[in-house]
């Protein structure tokens, strides 16, 4: 069974950072398959944050392009979200995704949230 636990997540001030982690486990094909993650703010809907390709090609979210990077360790199987220079509007439970061969799956999610 496949199972992705985020982390990392908190409360921080405008323009701090946080990195978040997405600890995968049972995943055999975890170097093949396409992560990404994903966010959702209060009375908004879903959208993807950043994604990395098992090639290695990321694709990011205009509003977040230049300000959080998306990297994943195979040996351990996980997927980190750096997110600098964080603004209010980045407030949102983060979810970690998983795209394999023949499923996707997903995190319980972990709330950001940035305020003064």
């Known amino acids: 069974q496949v199972q992705l636990v985020e982390s990392g997540g908190g409360s921080v001030q405008p323009g701090e950072t946080l990195t978040l982690s997405c600890v995968v486990s049972?995943?055999?094909?975890?170097?093949?398959?396409?992560v990404g993650w994903y966010r959702q703010a209060p009375g908004k809907q879903t959208e993807l944050v950043a994604s990395r390709a098992s090639t290695g090609s990321t694709s990011y979210a205009d509003s977040v392009q230049g300000r959080f990077t998306i990297s994943r360790d195979n040996a351990k199987k996980t997927v980190y979200l750096h997110a600098h220079s964080l603004k209010a509007e980045d407030t949102a439970v983060y979810y970690c995704h998983l795209s394999g061969r023949y499923s996707s799956f997903w995190g319980q999610g972990t709330q950001v949230t940035v305020s003064k």
């Open positions: 049972g995943a055999d094909d975890f170097s093949l398959s396409t």
